[in-house]
């Protein structure tokens, strides 16, 4: 079965600093690996996803995600953090072979002090 | 991409009652998606709605409680049945992008009293 870890429910980081959001997942085929961003009363945006092609992947607002094989994990960095970033940020894995399902992770807080 | 719109937004309902969200979407997609993210939680798939065909429903969840239409490929309903404070949740209507990616609606923020 599929699951997604989000280690740290909250992260803060002073503006300017490097964010670092942790996501490790568990999968028995190949994943689809997603990063979504969900700020105050909306609903989800995508932020960047992984399907297989370059193991390093770009996404919006500044995002970057590196698909690590060998440690199950797809953490989303941001070299210089900005107040717009505060928002919760939701890990989740798609099996490749399946239509679509999401399972999500807890999910982790971004707090950004000025 | 798609658009998702979703109806209500937000509401307040009755303990006891039921509440039906629509979801409709700018193109039309194989498979729908109803998610539940209550306060402070994560989102939890409820059920997977195919035109044509009987929703799927994740474990935790039956038809009787959530039941699902989905008349066309454009738009399916979601029915809270019989309320309770419990069901106080943000229900979100998603589809597949075959990209492949996941749209989401902007949900529908339900309180029960």
């Known amino acids: 079965a599929q699951s997604v870890t989000q280690l740290g429910s909250h992260v803060s980081v002073s503006e300017g600093a490097l964010v670092l959001l942790r996501c490790n997942y568990s999968?028995?085929?190949?994943?689809?690996l997603f990063w979504y961003v969900q700020y105050p009363n909306q609903g989800l945006q995508l932020l960047l996803k992984y399907t297989s092609a370059a193991t390093l992947v770009k996404g919006i607002n500044g995002f970057e995600a590196e698909f690590k094989k060998s440690e199950t994990s797809f953490h989303l960095t941001k070299p210089s953090a900005h107040m717009s970033d505060a928002a919760e940020y939701f890990c989740a894995v798609s099996e490749m072979d399946s239509s679509y399902k999401l399972i999500f992770g807890s999910g982790t807080r971004l707090l950004v002090r000025p | 991409s798609a658009v998702i719109s979703q109806k209500p937004s937000r509401d307040i309902c009755q303990r006891g009652t039921s509440l039906t969200i629509q979801c409709q979407v700018d193109s039309q997609v194989t498979m729908m998606f109803w998610y539940r993210q209550q306060p402070g939680q994560s989102l939890t798939l409820i059920a997977t709605a195919n035109q044509g065909s009987e929703a799927t429903y994740e474990s935790g969840f039956v038809i009787d409680k959530f039941p699902i239409s989905r008349p066309n490929l454009t738009f399916s309903t979601l029915t809270v049945s019989n309320m309770s404070p419990e069901d106080s949740s943000i229900y979100l209507c998603?589809?597949?992008?075959?990209?492949?990616?996941?749209?989401f609606g902007q949900g529908t923020r339900l309180t029960v009293v």
């Open positions: 998603s589809v597949d992008g075959r990209a492949p990616e996941a749209f």
């Open positions: 999968s028995s085929v190949p994943p689809y």
